[in-house]
């Protein structure tokens, strides 16, 4: 019962601090709307999850590469689109620390549409976490229930510190917070290129 719980809690520990799309959008949020109103997004892998796991544990065995390509390319443009978006904040000047209030809420979706587009998930639902979700649900229904606590508890709790250490630019000069926008525009925007061209690679 004790490996049961401990796979799924290294899995996310690992998927939580390995750079991706996810991890850049979070640092272009906090850079541009503060921690306190980024933090709500560390809860998105709870809304766009639901959807992976129903589709890819009860409907799929293996993801079809053309799926994969194609959740790539929508998210490589959704990316270009907080790239650009990021851009377009940036050419505004420094802005004050206040931000719309509905920027809690918006960041909350909008992080769950980057993660469900990413075919990270959808992989790794499919080939790692899956197979192990059942293996634990076949021993029994509380410890399945375990875990994916287990999992989303160390998901959650890791994608919140680290919107709290991004959070640490906030101390910075609105200059420097400024020029962090430009940064992270370029990242999402690399980032979304480099799903694009993935997409679009021969396979092999």
Sequence with gaps: MLSALLFP?????????????????LLSSVAQRGWRRTLPAAFSPL?????????????????????????????GLLLLYFAWRSYREWRRGPAPEAQDKGAAPRTLFEAAGINFLNPNPWLGWSLVMGPALLDAWHQSSALGIAFLISFYGVLVSMTALLILLFGTTSFLSPRLRHSLILVSAILLAALGVYRLVASLLPIG
């Design 9 to 25: 809690a290294g899995f996310a520990f690992a998927a939580a601090i390995q750079p991706g799309p996810l991890q850049a959008y």
């Design 47 to 75: 809304l766009s999850d639901g959807p992976i796991i129903l589709i890819v544990v009860l409907v799929l065995t293996r993801l079809p590469d053309i799926a994969a390509r194609g959740l790539q390319a929508a998210g």
